[in-house]
């Protein structure tokens, strides 16, 4: 009662030091109109006093009051817990203070086994020893040399799609050294049950990786090694050093180009090509729209260096990717273009350029893109995908006199020769936002000789 007392007592006079006034509404916060910030700031102040005062019980009336302002107070919650734990060890101080003055121990009795009696009802015991048996690996399977009929029936038997058959396909391949085809039969293993990678695959993975490491460092490497080693890193999950070999090996041997097209592609498929987008470094953009052999066309012409060692680079463009009908590469430094399925903003184009050196050159991709007419029929010549501040960054319009209404925007380059007009915009001064053309009008046929090309270079300044 005298503890109860005390606490009632000090928590009145906790309400008249803040502001507070006792009556009969348990509400405390009808009794001030200080904000609450201020309430809570000085009421915490005040219970670290008395905290460090030692005087625990007061500063948890103190922050009681607190938490009955705001009950997800942090530094209530925090303090009542640190008064209340050294509330608990002061206890816990006295009972072993006490246990020690009445017992002389701290440790209860009977928990030192002083009744312990050895005999029959204790149980039986009998310690039995084994003599110990040396470690003998596990003989690792390795295929002895494959002759021809065993080959030809595990071919019949991987005829069928079956995982564990093509796997031992490989395995026959790789008795043989015959590592180009065993790697196909453990890609089209692995394709169809992932899990077989878990198989010991009796060194063909590594022997192919060290087999190009080799050639590598004497500077011997073919493109059909440097293809092996891809394709086993492709497996293997290392993802960039894949993409790094599979670029590689096309870049020496052009006849490899469909082989790592469609291993790209089937990366780009799985939506784990995150780590290459970076865009490229872009030190010219120009495009241009012309009604060509009865299409609607873009011929862009990007000059970049790749920002990694990858080369292969994202260029997006504000086109729905429904209205694409084609992608034609019209440039020496391109392998291929792919387009990204998964890009649900717009198009994306993989720009896929040759890696033939050490060093990172200056690359020129030339593309020209056909639109489904079908499909679009407005187009957006903006770009945002380069710096703001680069100056040659133009888009151009090429059509016939009749296509240009009088609203048309007006560019920084409006020139004619004959019917034809062609109007460039330099999207720098726009921030990027170029002109936008409602196609029916420009689906007028304009003759042969346009080479938009040498219009980039003759009639844009800087070409």
């Not at 649900?344 to 593309?367: Q, S």
Request: proline share 6%.
């Amino acid at each position: 009662m005298r503890r109860f007392g005390l606490s009632v007592g000090l928590f009145c006079g906790c309400l008249l030091l803040f502001g507070f006034a006792p009556g009969p509404s348990p509400d405390l916060r009808q009794y001030s109109r200080l904000p609450l910030s201020v309430k809570l700031a000085r009421l915490v102040k005040a219970g670290e006093e008395k905290f460090q005062q030692r005087r625990y019980e007061e500063a948890i009336a103190i922050f009681e009051v607190m938490k009955s302002l705001d009950e997800h107070n942090l530094d209530a919650i925090f303090w009542l817990q640190k008064c209340n734990d050294r509330l608990s060890s002061e206890a816990n101080e006295r009972m072993k203070a006490q246990m020690i003055k009445q017992k002389g121990n701290l440790v209860i009795k009977e928990s030192l086994y002083d009744n312990w009696v050895w005999g029959p009802t204790v149980g039986h015991f009998e310690i039995r020893q084994s003599k110990p048996k040396p470690h003998i690996p596990v003989v690792r399977k390795v295929h002895p040399r494959a002759s021809d009929a065993e080959i030809e029936k595990a071919r019949k038997a991987a005829d069928a799609g079956d995982a564990n058959a093509l796997f031992e396909l490989a395995m026959v391949l790789h008795s043989r050294a015959d590592d180009t085809a065993a790697i196909e039969a453990l890609d089209k293993a692995v394709t169809t049950d992932p899990t077989i990678l878990e198989r010991d695959d009796e060194g063909l993975s590594s022997a192919a990786l060290e087999t190009a490491q080799r050639a590598l460092e004497k500077g011997t490497i073919t493109p059909e090694q440097r293809l092996r080693a891809a394709r086993v890193n492709y497996l293997q999950g290392d993802l960039s050093d894949a993409v790094i070999g599979f670029i590689k090996a096309a870049s020496k041997d052009s006849a490899l180009k469909g082989q790592v097209q469609k291993y790209l592609q089937t990366l780009l498929d799985s939506r784990k090509a995150d780590f290459l987008l970076r865009p490229p470094e872009v030190f010219s953009f120009r495009q241009a729209y012309l009604w060509e052999k009865g299409e609607d066309s873009l011929f862009i012409r990007i000059q970049f260096r790749p920002t990694s060692p990858h080369f292969i680079v994202p260029f997006d463009l504000p086109l729905e990717p429904r209205a694409v009908k084609a992608v034609e590469t019209r440039s020496s430094d391109l392998l291929f273009v792919l387009p990204d399925p998964v890009n649900p903003d717009g198009t994306r184009l993989w720009l896929v350029a040759k890696d033939a050196t050490d060093d990172v050159p200056m690359l020129e991709a030339r593309l020209v893109i056909r639109l489904h007419p079908s499909k679009v029929t407005f187009i957006d010549l903006s770009n945002y995908q380069v710096s703001s501040d680069l100056s040659d960054n133009w888009s151009v319009v090429i059509g016939d006199s009749t296509s240009f209404g009088p609203g048309f925007p007006v560019g920084q380059i409006d020139q004619m020769q004959g019917k034809l007009i062609i109007k460039g915009y330099r999207l720098q001064l726009s921030n990027g936002k170029g002109p936008s053309l409602d196609l029916r009008d420009f689906r007028k046929n304009l003759g042969s000789g346009i080479d938009p090309w040498k219009i980039f270079e003759d009639v844009l300044p800087g070409g």
